[in-house]
């Protein structure tokens, strides 16, 4: 029995990296509303290497009475590559600024966000460069006076990004 199920570890372990979405160097321009739920957020991805990537977010808003800005970063760290999909383990950290004015006092409120959890990364057979992503874990905030840590990614529709992947320039 342990040998059958090493041949079949073996096997998936091939396969899986042959129809690999491989996104070595390549740079993805796009959205994500991860960081803060409220607010989405201009993102930057790159992939060092098949493993691991890099996500940068900033986010604004600028209203009469309200400023809100977001940024942050995450590192992913593929462990799952299938064809048209890429699992991979996350970590994040970012800032929410919160600006208020009610007549003329103005209150500002800093929350720190972490995160850490599961991405998952969707290729649609027709686009090959187009990525919808999506995430779960847990999120741990702290700021204005309050504390919270909880899970996130409730819903595909409230922590969703879309990136174009450029196409790396031949040498």
């Not at 460069?129 to 899970?151: A, P």
């Amino acid at each position: 029995m342990k040998k059958i199920a090493g041949i079949i570890v073996i096997i998936l372990a091939v396969t899986s990296s042959v129809f690999a979405k491989d996104l070595t160097g390549r740079f993805g321009a796009g959205f994500n509303s991860e960081l803060n739920g409220n607010l989405t957020s201009l993102s930057a991805k790159y992939w060092l290497n098949q493993t691991i990537g890099l996500q940068g977010l900033a986010g604004f808003c600028f209203a009469t009475n309200l400023t809100i800005f977001d940024v942050g970063t995450k590192v992913y760290c593929n462990f799952l590559s299938e064809e048209n999909m890429n699992l991979a383990f996350l970590c994040g950290a970012g800032l929410d600024i919160n600006s208020v004015t009610a007549a003329t006092v103005t209150t500002t409120t800093t929350t720190f966000r972490a995160t850490t959890g599961i991405g998952f990364e969707y290729f649609l057979a027709g686009l090959p460069n187009l990525g919808f992503d999506t995430q779960l874990g847990l999120v741990f905030s702290s700021g204005g006076g309050t504390t919270l840590f909880g899970t996130t990614g409730a819903g595909f529709s409230s922590a969703v990004g879309l990136h174009y992947y450029f196409v790396k320039g031949s040498k």
